[in-house]
């Protein structure tokens, strides 16, 4: 059973930056499909971003061009950089692994807030 613990949340001004980092125990991530969700007040989780196990690379509309996912199989520690923030972006962010997504491992979730 993979184990997923996230970092590197926190407060932004609108057009920052910050990377989550997403270390996982118990299992190798390499044999997984891998992804970011997240979730607003009010509203319903939803895909951000996802890297399968051939590094194959999506992203929602929303954040195309100012986020980037990627992997790291030798640390077991996935990654979310977001640049350009905007106060849309708050939410609690996931990371989400299994053999097909979503998979059923997730993290505690990463509080990100973009404001002024």
């Known amino acids: 059973q993979v184990q997923l613990v996230e970092s590197g949340g926190g407060l932004v001004q609108p057009g920052g930056s910050l990377r989550l980092s997403c270390a996982a125990s118990?299992?190798?991530?390499?044999?997984?499909?891998l992804a970011w969700y997240r979730q607003a007040p009010g509203k319903q989780r939803e895909l951000v971003a996802g890297?399968?196990?051939?590094?194959?690379?999506n992203y929602a509309d929303s954040v195309k061009g100012r986020f980037t996912i990627s992997r790291d199989n030798v640390k077991n520690t996935v990654y979310l950089q977001m640049n350009s923030l905007k106060p849309e972006d708050t939410a609690v962010y996931y990371c989400?692994?299994?053999?097909?997504?979503?998979?059923?491992?997730w993290g505690q979730g990463a509080q990100v807030t973009v404001s002024s």
């Open positions: 890297i399968s196990r051939s590094l194959k690379i």
């Open positions: 989400n692994a299994g053999p097909q997504l979503p998979g059923s491992a």
């Open positions: 118990g299992s190798f991530l390499n044999t997984l499909n």
